[in-house]
């Protein structure tokens, strides 16, 4: 598998595509892979979810939801995957950008960021076929990585100001 063929798995048809229709897609998707494929496709998976696993993209995520745990946070960066390898990227270089996502998947009418167990789908294809585990593949380090953002509002608005407009608080 190569890193391409990944971005054309995980991409979301379009940016307010729910997460049940999402999980659905990419698990159609996976099942006709060979386990080495699915093997291969968690080792990409694993990487992203390192790359993004820094206190700036969670001080985004925090001005986006409150986000304030672990697990949102894991959600959180399956969500900025499936935006897909271009905005993923630029994400990645800078947080704030996420305020020019015109559209988003939402849930009670707010945005909803967040996918559960996206990253799992190719594990659970993995064991229904094998029995086995998929390799652990960690998503990232004890603490992310860079400087803890600050949940003061003024250093909120400063550092992330596009977030900050289209989030208030």
């Known amino acids: 598998m190569t890193e391409a063929e990944f971005w ?13 229709s999402l999980a659905d897609n990419l698990k159609a998707k996976l099942e006709p892979l060979t386990d080495g494929e699915l093997v291969e496709f968690d080792k990409f998976f694993g990487q992203q979810m390192r790359r993004s696993y820094f206190w700036s993209m969670w001080g985004a995520a925090y001005i986006i939801t409150g986000c304030d745990s672990e ?12 935006l897909g390898k271009e905005w993923y990227d630029k994400v990645i270089e800078s947080p704030d950008l996420l305020g020019t996502l015109e559209q988003w998947p939402e ?25 086995e585990e998929l390799p652990f593949v960690p998503s990232g380090m004890a603490t992310p990585q ?10 909120l608005k400063s550092n992330y100001p596009q977030l900050s407009e289209r989030f208030p608080f």
């Open 8 to 20: 054309q798995l995980v991409t979301r048809s379009s940016p307010e595509q729910d997460q049940s």
């Open 71 to 82: 697990y949102a946070f894991a959600e959180f960066r399956c969500f900025l995957i499936s």
């Open 107 to 131: 849930k009670d009418g707010y945005a909803y960021p967040f996918l559960d167990e996206y990253d799992l789908i190719a594990g659970q294809i993995f064991e229904d076929r094998t029995g």
């Open 146 to 155: 860079g400087k803890k953002f600050s949940t003061k509002k003024k250093l």
